[in-house]
């Protein structure tokens, strides 16, 4: 049997990332001209780290944080309420044959991030980078 259309654990195609941009800047630039009519909306500043699109591009996920991360609940229920105007305002100009679906998630990489640098500012993480590598050739 031959490939499928459809890459399978592979991660996405470059059509799919292509697609997933677009997306996400012309949501990001709805969000910040607050071109929707939802003023609890337009109170937060919303960061759109990354759209990831399904293989068929009918659904495009939107990972997404609020400024600060305060507030990321109602953030998220403001995003979901207004979704069906998000969806037609992003679909402007995008030369696609169906409108994807958006959803939105809240973006944990912040978090990780943070936690990752705390690790690192670890006192007993900080003497472990420091000391030499005893399988370094050079030293």
Do not use: Y
């Amino acid at each position: 049997m031959g490939k499928g259309r459809f890459s399978s654990g592979r991660g996405p195609s470059q059509r799919q990332l292509r697609v997933g941009e677009v997306i996400r800047r012309r949501l990001s630039e709805v969000l910040v001209r607050a071109d929707h009519h939802d003023p609890e909306l337009a109170g937060f500043s919303i960061t759109v780290s990354e759209v990831r699109c399904s293989p068929d591009l009918k659904v495009a996920t939107a990972f997404v944080m609020p400024l600060g991360g305060a507030g990321e609940a109602a953030a998220l229920a403001a995003l979901r309420r207004n979704k069906a105007e998000l969806r037609h305002l992003v679909a402007q100009g995008l030369e696609l044959k169906f409108a994807p679906d958006l959803r939105f998630v809240l973006d944990e990489s912040f978090d990780r991030m943070d936690e990752a640098r705390r690790i690192f500012a670890e006192p007993r993480v900080q003497a472990d980078l420091a000391a030499p590598d005893d399988d370094d050739p050079r030293g």
